[in-house]
Protein backbone atom coordinates (compact mmCIF):
# COMPACT_ATOMS: atom_id res chain seq x y z
CA UNK A 1 0.00 0.00 0.00
CA UNK A 2 1.02 3.13 -0.71
CA UNK A 3 1.13 6.24 0.89
CA UNK A 4 1.49 8.39 -2.17
CA UNK A 5 -2.27 8.31 -3.32
CA UNK A 6 -3.64 11.95 -3.15
CA UNK A 7 -6.89 12.42 -1.16
CA UNK A 8 -7.96 14.03 -4.18
CA UNK A 9 -7.29 11.26 -6.27
CA UNK A 10 -8.38 8.64 -3.52
CA UNK A 11 -11.71 10.49 -3.37
CA UNK A 12 -12.18 10.36 -7.50
CA UNK A 13 -11.09 6.63 -7.72
CA UNK A 14 -13.88 6.32 -4.87
CA UNK A 15 -16.91 7.80 -6.90
CA UNK A 16 -15.77 5.38 -9.80
CA UNK A 17 -16.03 2.74 -7.98
CA UNK A 18 -19.20 3.86 -6.79
CA UNK A 19 -20.89 4.76 -9.70
CA UNK A 20 -19.81 1.51 -11.11
CA UNK A 21 -21.31 -0.69 -8.42
CA UNK A 22 -24.46 1.48 -8.94
CA UNK A 23 -24.48 -0.42 -12.44
CA UNK A 24 -27.38 0.77 -14.56
CA UNK A 25 -29.15 2.89 -11.31
CA UNK A 26 -28.76 6.65 -12.87
CA UNK A 27 -30.07 9.93 -11.09
CA UNK A 28 -31.20 13.39 -12.06
CA UNK A 29 -28.25 15.45 -12.56
CA UNK A 30 -27.90 17.07 -8.90
CA UNK A 31 -29.37 14.02 -6.94
CA UNK A 32 -26.83 11.77 -8.39
CA UNK A 33 -23.85 13.96 -6.70
CA UNK A 34 -25.46 13.88 -3.18
CA UNK A 35 -26.64 10.41 -3.59
CA UNK A 36 -22.68 9.06 -4.57
CA UNK A 37 -21.54 11.41 -1.63
CA UNK A 38 -23.54 9.92 0.82
CA UNK A 39 -22.21 6.37 -0.29
CA UNK A 40 -19.12 7.77 0.00
CA UNK A 41 -19.30 8.63 3.51
CA UNK A 42 -20.97 5.79 4.69
CA UNK A 43 -19.85 2.86 2.31
CA UNK A 44 -24.05 2.21 2.40
CA UNK A 45 -25.47 1.43 -1.40
CA UNK A 46 -28.65 1.53 1.13
CA UNK A 47 -29.07 5.29 0.12
CA UNK A 48 -29.50 4.79 -3.70
CA UNK A 49 -32.86 3.64 -2.70
CA UNK A 50 -33.58 5.62 1.21
CA UNK A 51 -32.62 9.04 -0.52
CA UNK A 52 -35.80 11.34 -1.69
CA UNK A 53 -35.60 14.59 -3.04
CA UNK A 54 -38.14 17.25 -3.77
CA UNK A 55 -38.22 18.24 -7.61
CA UNK A 56 -36.93 21.04 -6.54
CA UNK A 57 -34.53 20.90 -3.86
CA UNK A 58 -31.64 20.81 -5.83
CA UNK A 59 -32.29 23.92 -7.61
CA UNK A 60 -33.30 26.07 -4.56
CA UNK A 61 -30.66 24.89 -2.47
CA UNK A 62 -28.09 26.08 -5.18
CA UNK A 63 -29.86 29.50 -5.32
CA UNK A 64 -30.24 29.91 -1.85
CA UNK A 65 -26.03 28.71 -1.24
CA UNK A 66 -25.12 31.30 -4.37
CA UNK A 67 -27.30 34.54 -2.68
CA UNK A 68 -25.25 33.38 0.86
CA UNK A 69 -27.36 30.87 2.98
CA UNK A 70 -27.15 30.24 6.91
CA UNK A 71 -27.46 27.01 7.65
CA UNK A 72 -28.55 25.51 10.57
CA UNK A 73 -27.59 22.04 12.17
CA UNK A 74 -28.88 20.04 14.98
CA UNK A 75 -25.46 18.71 16.18
CA UNK A 76 -22.11 20.18 16.65
CA UNK A 77 -20.62 16.99 14.56
CA UNK A 78 -22.67 17.85 11.62
CA UNK A 79 -21.58 21.12 11.70
CA UNK A 80 -17.97 20.33 11.77
CA UNK A 81 -18.59 18.00 9.01
CA UNK A 82 -20.00 20.92 6.76
CA UNK A 83 -17.64 22.66 4.74
CA UNK A 84 -17.54 26.23 5.69
CA UNK A 85 -14.33 27.61 3.67
CA UNK A 86 -16.59 26.78 0.59
CA UNK A 87 -19.71 28.29 2.42
CA UNK A 88 -17.73 31.43 3.59
CA UNK A 89 -16.96 31.75 -0.08
CA UNK A 90 -20.11 32.13 -1.62
CA UNK A 91 -21.00 34.52 1.49
CA UNK A 92 -22.90 32.03 3.58
CA UNK A 93 -22.23 30.86 7.43
CA UNK A 94 -23.57 27.65 9.20
CA UNK A 95 -24.72 27.05 12.80
CA UNK A 96 -25.97 24.92 15.59
CA UNK A 97 -27.52 25.97 19.01
CA UNK A 98 -27.75 23.11 20.85
CA UNK A 99 -25.01 23.89 23.18
CA UNK A 100 -26.20 27.22 23.68
CA UNK A 101 -26.48 27.38 27.48
CA UNK A 102 -29.57 29.74 26.70
CA UNK A 103 -30.98 26.83 24.91
CA UNK A 104 -30.87 24.16 27.47
CA UNK A 105 -32.68 25.98 29.93
CA UNK A 106 -35.34 26.95 27.75
CA UNK A 107 -35.76 23.28 27.19
CA UNK A 108 -35.68 22.66 30.32
CA UNK A 109 -37.89 24.66 31.96
CA UNK A 110 -40.44 23.84 28.96
CA UNK A 111 -39.70 20.04 29.38
CA UNK A 112 -39.26 19.78 25.35
CA UNK A 113 -35.93 18.47 23.53
CA UNK A 114 -32.64 21.35 23.09
CA UNK A 115 -33.39 20.56 19.38
CA UNK A 116 -37.22 21.59 19.77
CA UNK A 117 -35.76 25.47 21.24
CA UNK A 118 -33.07 25.31 18.74
CA UNK A 119 -35.11 25.08 15.69
CA UNK A 120 -37.52 27.91 16.74
CA UNK A 121 -34.07 29.69 17.31
CA UNK A 122 -33.02 29.25 13.78
CA UNK A 123 -36.76 30.10 12.42
CA UNK A 124 -36.23 33.44 13.60
CA UNK A 125 -32.55 33.94 11.38
CA UNK A 126 -33.61 36.37 8.47
CA UNK A 127 -32.62 35.49 4.92
CA UNK A 128 -31.82 32.20 3.01
CA UNK A 129 -32.18 29.11 5.51
CA UNK A 130 -31.28 25.79 4.97
CA UNK A 131 -31.75 22.82 7.62
CA UNK A 132 -29.23 20.01 8.08
CA UNK A 133 -31.19 17.34 10.04
CA UNK A 134 -29.34 14.45 10.81
CA UNK A 135 -29.80 13.83 14.46
CA UNK A 136 -33.05 14.84 16.58
CA UNK A 137 -36.53 13.63 15.24
CA UNK A 138 -38.09 16.08 17.58
CA UNK A 139 -35.96 19.08 15.06
CA UNK A 140 -37.70 17.97 12.19
CA UNK A 141 -41.17 17.94 14.10
CA UNK A 142 -40.94 21.64 15.18
CA UNK A 143 -39.65 22.24 12.12
CA UNK A 144 -42.36 21.37 10.21
CA UNK A 145 -44.75 22.87 12.37
CA UNK A 146 -42.52 26.25 12.62
CA UNK A 147 -43.23 26.04 8.68
CA UNK A 148 -46.80 25.46 8.71
CA UNK A 149 -47.45 28.41 10.70
CA UNK A 150 -45.67 30.40 8.31
CA UNK A 151 -42.60 31.02 10.84
CA UNK A 152 -39.97 30.44 8.45
CA UNK A 153 -39.84 29.18 4.62
CA UNK A 154 -36.68 27.49 4.29
CA UNK A 155 -35.09 27.14 0.51
CA UNK A 156 -33.94 22.89 2.03
CA UNK A 157 -34.97 20.64 4.69
CA UNK A 158 -32.33 18.08 4.88
CA UNK A 159 -34.19 15.40 6.86
CA UNK A 160 -31.92 12.41 7.82
CA UNK A 161 -32.15 11.92 11.38
CA UNK A 162 -31.08 8.13 12.44
CA UNK A 163 -32.85 5.64 14.58
CA UNK A 164 -35.43 3.59 16.19
CA UNK A 165 -38.08 5.91 17.79
CA UNK A 166 -39.99 8.70 16.02
CA UNK A 167 -37.49 8.77 13.52
CA UNK A 168 -39.34 6.71 10.57
CA UNK A 169 -42.21 8.84 10.90
CA UNK A 170 -40.38 12.54 11.31
CA UNK A 171 -39.04 12.32 8.08
CA UNK A 172 -42.74 10.93 6.20
CA UNK A 173 -43.92 14.34 7.81
CA UNK A 174 -41.98 16.03 5.04
CA UNK A 175 -42.30 14.30 1.81
CA UNK A 176 -44.74 15.30 -0.93
CA UNK A 177 -44.70 18.78 0.95
CA UNK A 178 -44.50 22.20 -0.04
CA UNK A 179 -40.88 22.97 1.62
CA UNK A 180 -37.74 21.73 -0.76
CA UNK A 181 -36.16 18.69 0.79
CA UNK A 182 -33.70 15.78 0.95
CA UNK A 183 -34.93 12.98 3.18
CA UNK A 184 -33.46 9.57 4.38
CA UNK A 185 -36.28 7.57 4.20
CA UNK A 186 -36.73 4.55 7.54
CA UNK A 187 -34.18 4.35 10.23
CA UNK A 188 -31.10 5.19 9.05
CA UNK A 189 -29.40 8.53 8.68
CA UNK A 190 -26.78 10.59 10.75
CA UNK A 191 -24.83 14.02 10.86
CA UNK A 192 -21.94 12.37 8.88
CA UNK A 193 -24.95 12.09 6.23
CA UNK A 194 -26.68 15.37 7.03
CA UNK A 195 -23.01 17.24 6.35
CA UNK A 196 -22.29 15.08 3.28
CA UNK A 197 -25.65 16.03 1.80
CA UNK A 198 -24.52 20.10 2.44
CA UNK A 199 -21.05 19.73 0.63
CA UNK A 200 -22.27 17.67 -2.01
CA UNK A 201 -24.58 20.74 -3.16
CA UNK A 202 -21.11 23.25 -2.48
CA UNK A 203 -19.15 20.97 -4.40
CA UNK A 204 -21.64 21.90 -7.69
CA UNK A 205 -21.33 25.35 -6.95
CA UNK A 206 -17.18 25.78 -6.70
CA UNK A 207 -14.22 24.25 -8.29
CA UNK A 208 -12.05 22.55 -5.78
CA UNK A 209 -8.46 22.50 -5.98
CA UNK A 210 -7.32 19.36 -7.26
CA UNK A 211 -10.76 18.59 -8.81
CA UNK B 1 -46.18 12.14 18.21
CA UNK B 2 -45.46 13.89 21.11
CA UNK B 3 -42.58 16.29 22.16
CA UNK B 4 -42.25 15.10 25.76
CA UNK B 5 -40.59 12.04 25.33
CA UNK B 6 -37.08 12.74 27.09
CA UNK B 7 -33.77 12.10 25.31
CA UNK B 8 -33.04 9.48 27.70
CA UNK B 9 -36.16 7.61 27.62
CA UNK B 10 -35.89 7.49 23.72
CA UNK B 11 -31.88 6.06 23.93
CA UNK B 12 -33.12 3.62 26.32
CA UNK B 13 -36.54 2.74 23.85
CA UNK B 14 -33.87 2.43 20.98
CA UNK B 15 -31.70 0.04 22.97
CA UNK B 16 -34.30 -2.08 23.48
CA UNK B 17 -35.76 -2.49 20.62
CA UNK B 18 -31.99 -2.74 18.85
CA UNK B 19 -31.80 -5.65 21.74
CA UNK B 20 -34.88 -7.17 20.36
CA UNK B 21 -33.91 -7.32 16.40
CA UNK B 22 -30.83 -9.09 17.58
CA UNK B 23 -32.58 -12.13 18.73
CA UNK B 24 -30.52 -14.74 19.47
CA UNK B 25 -27.42 -12.96 19.07
CA UNK B 26 -25.40 -12.22 22.33
CA UNK B 27 -22.01 -10.99 22.53
CA UNK B 28 -19.24 -10.57 25.50
CA UNK B 29 -19.87 -8.02 28.11
CA UNK B 30 -18.23 -4.64 27.23
CA UNK B 31 -18.17 -5.65 23.70
CA UNK B 32 -22.20 -5.80 23.48
CA UNK B 33 -22.43 -2.09 24.76
CA UNK B 34 -20.18 -0.62 22.10
CA UNK B 35 -21.90 -3.18 19.31
CA UNK B 36 -25.63 -1.81 20.09
CA UNK B 37 -24.29 1.94 20.46
CA UNK B 38 -22.53 1.60 17.25
CA UNK B 39 -26.16 0.27 15.64
CA UNK B 40 -27.83 3.15 17.76
CA UNK B 41 -25.61 5.89 15.90
CA UNK B 42 -26.09 4.35 12.64
CA UNK B 43 -29.28 1.98 12.46
CA UNK B 44 -26.87 -0.36 10.50
CA UNK B 45 -27.02 -3.72 12.19
CA UNK B 46 -24.37 -4.75 9.66
CA UNK B 47 -21.84 -3.52 12.33
CA UNK B 48 -23.18 -6.79 14.64
CA UNK B 49 -21.13 -8.86 12.24
CA UNK B 50 -18.12 -5.86 11.06
CA UNK B 51 -16.71 -5.30 14.55
CA UNK B 52 -14.26 -7.03 15.61
CA UNK B 53 -12.27 -6.89 19.34
CA UNK B 54 -8.88 -8.20 20.44
CA UNK B 55 -9.63 -9.68 23.48
CA UNK B 56 -8.12 -7.48 25.24
CA UNK B 57 -9.80 -4.44 23.77
CA UNK B 58 -12.63 -3.07 26.17
CA UNK B 59 -10.38 -3.58 29.52
CA UNK B 60 -7.33 -2.07 28.62
CA UNK B 61 -9.34 0.84 26.92
CA UNK B 62 -11.49 0.84 30.47
CA UNK B 63 -7.98 0.63 32.66
CA UNK B 64 -6.33 3.81 30.05
CA UNK B 65 -9.71 5.81 30.71
CA UNK B 66 -9.52 5.50 33.89
CA UNK B 67 -6.16 6.52 34.58
CA UNK B 68 -6.75 9.68 32.26
CA UNK B 69 -6.22 8.67 28.68
CA UNK B 70 -6.09 11.20 25.72
CA UNK B 71 -7.97 9.90 22.68
CA UNK B 72 -6.61 11.01 19.42
CA UNK B 73 -8.77 11.22 16.20
CA UNK B 74 -8.05 11.72 12.65
CA UNK B 75 -11.33 14.21 12.15
CA UNK B 76 -12.72 16.96 13.72
CA UNK B 77 -15.93 15.62 13.03
CA UNK B 78 -14.93 12.45 15.46
CA UNK B 79 -13.42 14.60 18.07
CA UNK B 80 -16.89 16.48 18.21
CA UNK B 81 -18.74 13.19 18.48
CA UNK B 82 -16.90 12.29 21.63
CA UNK B 83 -18.09 12.94 24.95
CA UNK B 84 -15.53 15.09 26.02
CA UNK B 85 -17.33 16.11 29.74
CA UNK B 86 -17.06 12.21 31.19
CA UNK B 87 -13.55 12.30 29.18
CA UNK B 88 -12.94 15.11 31.14
CA UNK B 89 -14.15 13.90 34.55
CA UNK B 90 -11.95 10.57 34.36
CA UNK B 91 -9.15 13.07 33.92
CA UNK B 92 -8.41 12.32 30.22
CA UNK B 93 -8.73 14.77 26.81
CA UNK B 94 -9.37 14.15 23.00
CA UNK B 95 -7.42 15.85 20.35
CA UNK B 96 -7.47 15.96 16.50
CA UNK B 97 -4.01 17.55 15.03
CA UNK B 98 -5.80 17.40 11.02
CA UNK B 99 -6.26 21.10 10.77
CA UNK B 100 -2.90 22.21 12.81
CA UNK B 101 -1.09 24.62 10.09
CA UNK B 102 2.00 22.83 11.22
CA UNK B 103 1.04 19.52 10.06
CA UNK B 104 -0.95 20.58 7.02
CA UNK B 105 2.79 22.50 5.94
CA UNK B 106 4.66 19.20 6.56
CA UNK B 107 2.59 16.58 5.29
CA UNK B 108 2.62 19.05 1.82
CA UNK B 109 6.32 19.14 2.15
CA UNK B 110 6.49 15.72 2.27
CA UNK B 111 4.24 15.25 -0.11
CA UNK B 112 2.08 12.53 2.75
CA UNK B 113 -1.30 12.92 3.74
CA UNK B 114 -2.17 15.28 7.23
CA UNK B 115 -3.49 11.95 8.87
CA UNK B 116 -0.16 10.28 8.68
CA UNK B 117 1.89 13.49 10.10
CA UNK B 118 -1.08 13.68 12.57
CA UNK B 119 -0.34 10.35 13.70
CA UNK B 120 3.62 11.09 14.34
CA UNK B 121 2.46 13.80 16.36
CA UNK B 122 0.34 11.47 18.75
CA UNK B 123 2.97 9.30 18.60
CA UNK B 124 4.82 11.32 20.86
CA UNK B 125 2.00 12.37 23.37
CA UNK B 126 2.98 10.73 27.38
CA UNK B 127 0.89 8.92 28.89
CA UNK B 128 -2.32 6.65 27.97
CA UNK B 129 -3.40 6.84 24.25
CA UNK B 130 -6.27 6.11 22.51
CA UNK B 131 -6.39 6.42 18.55
CA UNK B 132 -10.08 7.15 17.13
CA UNK B 133 -9.78 6.51 13.55
CA UNK B 134 -13.08 6.64 11.35
CA UNK B 135 -11.83 8.36 8.14
CA UNK B 136 -8.29 8.16 6.97
CA UNK B 137 -6.59 4.88 5.72
CA UNK B 138 -3.33 6.39 6.08
CA UNK B 139 -3.66 6.97 9.44
CA UNK B 140 -4.37 4.01 10.09
CA UNK B 141 -1.36 2.23 8.08
CA UNK B 142 1.00 4.51 9.56
CA UNK B 143 -0.16 4.27 13.17
CA UNK B 144 1.00 0.30 12.19
CA UNK B 145 3.59 1.32 11.59
CA UNK B 146 4.56 3.97 14.19
CA UNK B 147 3.55 0.40 16.62
CA UNK B 148 5.86 -1.51 15.21
CA UNK B 149 8.92 0.95 15.72
CA UNK B 150 8.28 1.07 19.23
CA UNK B 151 7.25 4.87 18.86
CA UNK B 152 3.80 4.38 20.73
CA UNK B 153 2.07 1.45 22.26
CA UNK B 154 -1.77 2.68 22.17
CA UNK B 155 -4.09 1.34 24.96
CA UNK B 156 -6.59 0.77 22.20
CA UNK B 157 -6.63 1.75 18.68
CA UNK B 158 -10.42 2.10 16.71
CA UNK B 159 -9.85 1.56 13.38
CA UNK B 160 -13.26 2.22 11.40
CA UNK B 161 -12.34 4.14 8.23
CA UNK B 162 -15.08 3.88 5.94
CA UNK B 163 -14.83 4.00 2.06
CA UNK B 164 -13.34 2.25 -1.08
CA UNK B 165 -9.72 2.66 -1.46
CA UNK B 166 -7.17 1.20 0.94
CA UNK B 167 -9.36 1.24 3.63
CA UNK B 168 -10.37 -2.63 4.16
CA UNK B 169 -6.72 -3.64 3.61
CA UNK B 170 -5.73 -0.65 6.56
CA UNK B 171 -7.91 -2.16 8.80
CA UNK B 172 -7.27 -6.15 7.93
CA UNK B 173 -3.06 -4.87 9.44
CA UNK B 174 -4.49 -4.83 12.76
CA UNK B 175 -6.10 -7.67 13.48
CA UNK B 176 -4.97 -10.44 15.06
CA UNK B 177 -1.99 -8.12 16.02
CA UNK B 178 -0.77 -7.38 19.74
CA UNK B 179 -1.88 -4.10 20.06
CA UNK B 180 -5.33 -3.65 21.83
CA UNK B 181 -8.06 -3.30 18.72
CA UNK B 182 -11.93 -2.57 17.78
CA UNK B 183 -12.24 -3.02 13.96
CA UNK B 184 -15.14 -2.97 11.55
CA UNK B 185 -13.62 -4.61 9.29
CA UNK B 186 -15.13 -4.31 5.18
CA UNK B 187 -15.88 -1.15 3.66
CA UNK B 188 -17.82 0.39 6.49
CA UNK B 189 -17.85 2.45 9.42
CA UNK B 190 -17.09 6.85 9.63
CA UNK B 191 -16.36 9.44 12.54
CA UNK B 192 -19.89 8.78 14.35
CA UNK B 193 -18.88 5.22 14.28
CA UNK B 194 -15.54 6.19 15.98
CA UNK B 195 -17.16 8.76 18.35
CA UNK B 196 -19.89 5.80 19.38
CA UNK B 197 -17.28 3.29 20.05
CA UNK B 198 -15.44 5.91 22.27
CA UNK B 199 -18.72 6.81 23.99
CA UNK B 200 -19.78 3.52 24.58
CA UNK B 201 -16.26 2.85 26.86
CA UNK B 202 -16.77 5.88 28.90
CA UNK B 203 -20.72 5.39 29.37
CA UNK B 204 -19.57 1.83 31.02
CA UNK B 205 -17.11 3.67 33.14
CA UNK B 206 -19.14 6.86 34.73
CA UNK B 207 -23.07 6.60 35.02
CA UNK B 208 -24.90 9.39 33.16
CA UNK B 209 -28.08 11.14 34.52
CA UNK B 210 -31.43 9.43 33.63
CA UNK B 211 -29.75 6.24 33.28
Known sequence: MSFLIKPTE???KSFEIITQELGSRTFPAGQSEVVKRVIHTTADFDYADNLCFSED????AKQALMQGATIVTDTNMALSGINKN???????????????????AMAKARGVTRAVVSMEYAS???GNLIF?????????IR?????????CRPALVVGVPVGFVNVVES??????????YIIARGRKGGSN????????IEYQLVKREGF
Not at 132 to 140: H, M, S
Not at 193 to 200: K, R
Open 57 to 60: AIDS
Open 193 to 200: VAAAIINA
Open 10 to 12: IEK
Open 124 to 126: KIE
Open 143 to 151: LHELIREGA
Open 86 to 104: ILAELGGSAHCFMADPEVA
Open 171 to 180: KELFLGGDTP
Open 132 to 140: AIGNAPTAL
